[in-house]
Every structure is written in structure tokens, then in C-alpha cells.
């Protein structure tokens, strides 16, 4: 199967569960739509983003997306504008979009703040789904954004948990890792990351126990 119709199955996939298990889900493919319409320069990252690197889609609750700082006012407003249920609670790194009667999260808008999601969109991987285009994150920058809130001491364990299985599927489902570009991302979560992240990725290509 090509890797275009890969991340287009997955997208397709993990909406289709996501829409079983959570009835006021916003569906992917129409935050897209509007960030395109407003001419956002966006990538699709968590579950829905990183699901046909994985090969194994999954459900969520939630839309999350890294915008560009010069276009973040306007994809809030044109969110806002396209599903008006939706109310922004606005926090250091992220803009979050809460449903005004579930208080779901139902899209998460990630700002561009953090080192690591500075670069965001200068690694990419172009996906057309429905005659849409966006970007999802490429390969690396996938891996980088699983280990960054796997090691960190502040995320709750369960969550951290999950991180790191994804990070385990992310590495067992693709051989061809760039390991001195992977090095690169993971020196931006904390100077040392570089290294860490390429031993984490020999220790699961080795079937070692990663140790969090």
C-alpha cells in the first residue's frame, strides 16, 4: 500500500471509532477544511496525525493541531466562527476548545512556543484526504513529539504510559528512521535528547524494556 493511502485510511479509521465512542466529536477532516478555507498554515498531530505512521489507528476525543504563531489569532477565530458550541480556554502552551455543554475538549490548538514545536512545520509529511490537503507531522518529528511528554516527570503516569506505546509502535511499524534527523529533534526537548531518543530507539529495535 503506498504511504498516502496509509495515512488516508488511518484518518478515516480513527474517525470513524472516534465518532462511536464520543457522539460530539468534531471530525477531523472539517477543522481541516476551515484552516485551509482561512489560509492557516497547520499540521494534524496526535492520534488523528500520527495513526497511519503507527499503522494502527485509533479513537480519540479530540483534534489537536500545531499552528504557525502568525496564523494562530486567525485559525481560533475561524474555529470559533465554524463550530460556535465551542468555547476557548486559552493556556500557556495551547488553546483549548471546549464544547460550552459537555465541557469536552474537542480541539486543541498547540502553540508554536516550546522549542520542539518551533520547528514543527519544517518537518512535515503532505496527506490529501477527500480532495483535502494538510500536513501531518514527518516520521521523526512524530517520534520527537511521542518522547518529549514520555520523559517528562509533569505528565501523569497513565498518560505518559501511552506515550510510550506509541512510541514503541511508531518504531516497530517503520524501519527507515532517520536516526541523525531524529537526533536533531529530540536535542530540542532537553540537551542530551539527542541521544536519548536514538537509544530508546535501539533498545526498542533490540526488544530491550524501555525504562521511562
Do not use: C
Not at 474537542?106 to 509529511?125: E, G, N, S
Not at 504510559?161 to 512510541?167: E, I, K, S
Request: net charge neutral; no cysteine.
Amino acid at each position: 500500500m503506498l504511504l498516502q493511502d496509509v495515512h488516508t485510511r488511518s484518518i478515516a479509521t480513527s474517525t470513524g471509532l472516534s465518532q462511536y465512542y464520543t457522539p460530539n466529536m468534531i471530525v477531523p477532516l472539517d477543522v481541516i477544511r476551515v484552516l485551509n478555507a482561512a489560509t492557516v498554515r497547520f499540521m494534524l498531530v496526535g492520534a488523528h496525525g500520527v495513526g497511519g505512521w503507527m499503522k494502527k489507528p485509533r479513537a480519540t476525543e479530540d483534534v489537536d493541531i500545531v499552528v504557525a504563531a502568525r496564523g494562530l489569532k486567525r485559525a481560533i477565530q475561524a474555529l470559533i466562527a465554524a463550530f460556535p458550541q465551542l468555547d476557548p480556554e486559552d493556556h500557556e502552551v495551547v488553546v483549548r476548545l471546549r464544547d460550552r455543554v459537555t465541557s469536552d475538549v474537542l480541539i486543541d490548538v498547540i502553540k508554536p512556543t516550546q522549542p520542539l514545536f518551533r520547528v514543527a512545520l519544517k518537518h512535515t509529511h503532505a496527506v490529501e484526504s477527500e480532495g483535502h490537503p494538510f500536513l501531518i507531522p514527518s516520521l521523526e518529528m512524530a517520534l520527537a513529539m511521542k518522547f518529549a511528554p514520555m520523559i517528562s516527570l509533569n505528565r501523569a503516569e497513565e498518560k505518559r504510559l501511552q506515550d510510550a506505546h506509541d512510541f514503541i509502535r511508531l518504531i516497530k511499524a517503520n524501519e527507515a528512521i532517520d536516526l541523525s534527523k531524529l537526533a536533531e529533534l529530540g536535542q530540542l526537548v532537553y540537551n542530551g535528547g539527542g541521544a536519548e531518543i536514538v537509544q530508546k530507539v535501539r533498545q526498542v529495535r533490540a526488544g530491550e524494556k524501555l525504562i521511562l
